[in-house]
């Protein structure tokens, strides 16, 4: 059994505007000891299927499909039963740590919540813990800095204050959001190793739009592109042979690949085109594509696609 299994999921928002259809029939398996890198353009829902999954989108959020995590659908658990396991077995490292480390709040004492609540440490040892979680994440002079504010620490040093505190309960499963965005090379590669070595023993969605970053981290990779999948494989599998369009011109955007652009521009999730959701961009478009939505096929053992290409 799967340790996480997504099942049909929808998560749309009424806007004066319209519905945005965030996320869109979404399937998705992540096994234990399995690392998933969701990649895709900004504003595709890579981070809605994120907090889908935490149960943290706002009630007028229209939610449908399962979400099965041990066996257990989370959209049908209570708000409490939920928080048992929101932290403690699930938890997510969200983007831009300035906007969720408390400004008013030393760093320790925000790890160390978490541990207090779930694991039922006293003050005390729920400090040592925390002082711990630091070194973990290769923190220097934890002792002294577990007693610091967010303001004290460096753009790379409250990401990893972020991963600490996403690590405390040891979770079975960690949704990492963009935890490499904004920093220059250097502390990028250092986060990224850290990431290697905290979850060799656990099971990871890792979410960003780095492809550079998912190779290094990622068994295999989902790629997404306006609201659902349409690639899915191993990770090597994806780089030697991208079967989708859309991920072609992906690879092809990386600078060791010439930088070449995706014509067109991304569409708006409130006003979705016919068949093909990418069929405007696609250098490979046939009549049947603005017509015709495709399912995700498997190609290869392992190796699905979602175009006609392959029907």
């Known amino acids: 059994m799967s340790l996480l299994r997504i099942i049909g999921l929808k998560a749309y928002f009424p806007t004066q505007d319209g519905i945005v259809k965030a996320v869109n029939t979404v399937d998705l398996e992540i096994e234990k000891n399995e690392r998933v890198g969701l990649i895709g353009e900004t504003g595709c829902g890579k981070t809605v299927l994120g907090f889908a999954i935490m149960r943290l989108l706002q009630p007028s959020t229209n939610i449908e499909g399962r979400i099965m995590y041990n066996g257990k659908d989370l959209l049908k658990l209570s708000e409490e039963e939920m928080r048992k396991i929101r ?101 990028k590669m250092q986060i990224v190793k850290l990431m290697k070595e905290v979850t060799r023993q656990g099971s990871m969605l890792f979410i960003t739009h780095d492809l550079g970053v998912a190779a290094e981290i990622c068994d295999n990779i989902a790629v997404m592109y306006a609201g659902e999948l349409v690639e899915y494989a191993k990770t090597e599998d994806i780089f030697k042979n991208p079967m989708h369009p859309y991920t072609r011109g992906f690879l092809n955007s990386l ?10 521009i991304s569409p708006s999730l409130i006003d979705l085109p016919s068949g093909c959701r990418f069929h405007p961009r696609c250098d490979h478009i046939e009549e049947v594509c603005k017509n015709w939505h495709p399912e995700m096929v498997e190609c290869d053992k392992g190796h699905y696609v979602r175009c006609l290409q392959y029907g």
């Open 87 to 187: 932290g403690k077995e699930i938890a997510m490292i969200f983007q831009n740590p300035p906007t969720f480390l408390n400004p008013v709040l030393k760093i320790g004492y925000q790890i160390a919540e978490s541990t207090q609540l779930h694991q039922g440490l006293d003050k005390k040892a729920a400090k040592e813990k925390a002082v711990g979680m630091l070194e973990a994440v290769k923190i220097p002079l934890s002792s002294k800095r577990v007693s610091e504010y967010p303001h004290q620490f460096s753009g790379g040093m409250k990401e990893r204050a972020m991963i600490a505190m996403g690590l405390a309960c040891d979770p079975s499963l960690i949704i990492a959001d963009e935890p490499t965005k904004g920093l220059d090379i250097t502390i």
């Open 255 to 264: 600078p060791s690949r010439g930088l070449k652009q995706i014509r067109g």
